[in-house]
């Protein structure tokens, strides 16, 4: 029996965990809409998650159009297709490949400092400081950090999308060959309102599930350092794969047949 007991055990486990982070984000949801408000902090997370994250997403965005282009290029060329070049990057940035990676990034450097820091205000106990300074902790941590990601995670994305295409530009014109007025023509005329729209969904979405993980497992950290440093792991990994499958059950949403 000993086999059955541990597939059990991880069985439950998994379910209290699921049942015990559902209920976090609905309470993390519900107080969104509540008063009071912390403006000050919101406003410091969002330059933390938007002003300061845009260099990483930037050269992210970048050189990913960078690369689409390059590699459509290698591939359209054996079917002289080559003038679809500018389709597929203007498609593939801002559908998929800006919000994914942007999302990716900001889960591996501000999804981590979210745990980290919540995680160290738990196990110094300054959690329960607040909760005995009648400071609803929920409010003052949590939720700030879900709306400034929410908010901040579309933002800059859709800059992204701009230096993504722009990168695809550079590489299709000053090394392909392509004529600028054309390759941009190509672009706009291709563009629809629902490619970016979508895209700016889906980093809407990534932005939340980014803050919850990072929030959630730093808040129910334990065990001193090395809880935190579990945490900090902990969020990055479920962030990330929570972002790839929502990406494909909202790609299904919008584009499914």
Known sequence: MNPLQAIGRVFLGFLGTTGRLTLFALNAVRHCFLPPYYPRIMV???IEIGYYSLPVVGLTAIFAGMVLAL?????????????????????????????????????????????AEIGTMRVTEQID????????????????????????????????????????????VYKLGFNPSIYLQNTWDFL????????LVKASVFGFLVALMGCYHGYYSKGGAQGVGAATTNSVVSASILILCFNYILTEAFFGL
């Open 192 to 199: 629809e309102l629902l490619d970016v729209v979508s895209g």
């Open 44 to 46: 410091r997370q969002m």
């Open 71 to 115: 590699q459509s290029y290698t591939g359209f060329a054996r079917f002289s297709a080559e003038g679809a070049i500018a389709n597929v990057v203007v498609l593939s940035i801002t559908r998929e490949l800006a919000p994914v990676l942007g999302g990716l990034m900001i889960a591996g450097r501000v999804g981590a400092s979210m745990a």
């Open 129 to 172: 400081a607040l909760t005995t300074l009648s400071t609803n902790a929920m409010k003052y941590l949590v939720v700030p950090r879900i709306i400034a990601g929410v908010v901040m995670l579309p933002l800059l994305i859709f800059v992204a999308d701009i230096i993504g295409v722009f990168g695809g530009f550079l590489v299709s």
